[in-house]
């Protein structure tokens, strides 16, 4: 147990009880960092809450707390201040110990979740003979960044990558595949085009009647399963996948091909959803359309509003495979947990199939969650496109960052050779990329800005990775291959040792905060404060010329766990640090 939260905690639980009861046990002590160095290192803020339940004033509330409260060996001081916060100090001592304790172990004082779960994460989830837009980027670097911290925390992830490879384009897309010739529609898929492909179907399809309605008949083979129809339609998929696993391991992302659950893997279970909806009385006919009109979901007019579960033509939709995918994540899969990373335009359409689900039964023992996101934008304000206005493609945007990041790290790091030079690029461009969508609130819309997510201070990629090589930097010019961690304490003296010691035990709580909340600009935010606090550290306390050799070895462990966290919160987020820079 590294963050001194976790024994505050269990203290101010011990004094709760003690001064008001038991039935108080388990109050969040609501600690949080104090923002003042005079206001101590945390400030407990629960006497405010307590205070309005037990019909008391605030200041005697925490007097009674602070009367039963035992730190010995953990605070220093403890004081109430203003209308009764608790503010505390933490000896200097209990926190070298502490952060001894945390160098010499490998998981930085990130502890296994309470209780392991199975989360189902859809993410990425790009349509087949169609470029990924940024929406799908956003996904795919949100949703990765999910999986590995939820990993860290002990649960058991279960990647889903919802790749739509049905419905009724597919018609068309085959028959621009037949006219062309298997061989030609490979090359034009393989290299990329998905895009150019999936235009040149369409515009046959609404200039030329006869192909129209050959398509037309395509999507009837292709739903009664005619196996040359199949072969084909397995063509535009296999080569549309073997693209989306190159722009996968391009971004340094976890999908593998393993993790594809497309929209077809559920065809053989729809009849069953549905007829399952409809005996529950859940979905009932409409207009010929098999509908389920989930409470509290309206029109413009006040009219319910319907989730199609099956369409007038008898053909199931998106929102069918999306109520088959609840259940079988729930009950197949056996998913406590389902994350859905898709962007906020979907929110509603969401929102009716967990309800929809719900009144099925089907997420009884399992919560489904939204994890919404905002839009890419362009410097302009508008939409995220090319100058000329159409889908940036995601292979050309990450050759522009690395490109780009090359001429930054040219001019930062010239005395890399040519080799190192070019890897440090490709982690800081491809970096800079992921770490620009992953810093900011999710759900918020932000601007793709080149200059500022490749700029060596503020909140990117680039600073934190420049700041993890710079420890190491240190470590080489020292002489040792790494610190002395025989778990022996670290002084903390400087006040500036002080504000980094705090912050390197907080990352229990940054990486947990991130996965409660679904929220990666958590895990940011914090290590943005780390790198800030470390050159603060730098700036004061001599590292390498410490006056004393016990200092120097403290130090360096300081450094050695800045570099760790660094290290590994980028890890988390999908993004590389280079040794040297
Ligand atoms: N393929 C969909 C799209 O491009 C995203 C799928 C998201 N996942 C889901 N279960 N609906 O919009």
Sequence with gaps: MSDPRHTLRARFDHAIVTAFGSHHAGTDPLLRRSQQARFGDYQANVAMSLSKRLGSNPRDVAAAIVANLDVAGVCEAVDVAGPGFVNLTLRADYLGAELGATAAEERLGVLPAETAETVVVDYSAPNVAKEMHVGHLRSTIIGDALVRVLELLGHNVIRQNHLGDWGTPFGMLIEHLVDLGEEEAAHELSVGDLDGFYRQAQAKFNADPAFAERARLRVVALQSGDRQTLGLWGLLVRESNRYFAAVYERLGVTLTDRDLCPESFYNPMLTDVALELESKGLAWLDDGALCAFPPGFAGREGEPLPLIVRKRDGGYGYAATDLAAVRYRARELGATRLVYVVGSPQSQHLAMVFATAGQAGWLESSRAEHVAFGSVLGPDGKMFKTRSGETVKLGALLDEAVERAASVVAEKSPHLDGAERAEVARAVGVGAVKYADLANDR???????????????????????????????????????????????????????????????????????????SAPHRLCTYLFGLAS????????????????????????????????ALQSGLGLLGIQAPDRM
């Design 443 to 517: 759900v918020k819309d932000y601007v793709f800005d080149w200059d500022r997510m490749l700029a060596m201070d503020g909140n990117t990629a680039p600073y934190l990775q420049y700041a993890r090589a710079r420890v190491r930097s240190i470590f080489r010019r020292s002489g040792e291959a790494g610190p002395v961690v025989d778990g022996s304490a670290v002084a903390i003296v400087d006040p500036a040792e002080r504000a980094l010691a705090l912050d390197l035990l907080s990352f229990d709580e940054a990486v947990r905060s991130t996965a409660e909340l």
């Design 533 to 564: 606090s470390f050159t603060t550290f730098y700036e004061r306390c001599p590292v390498l010329r410490a006056d004393t050799d016990e200092q120097r070895r403290s130090r360096l462990v300081l450094c050695d766990l800045t570099a760790r």
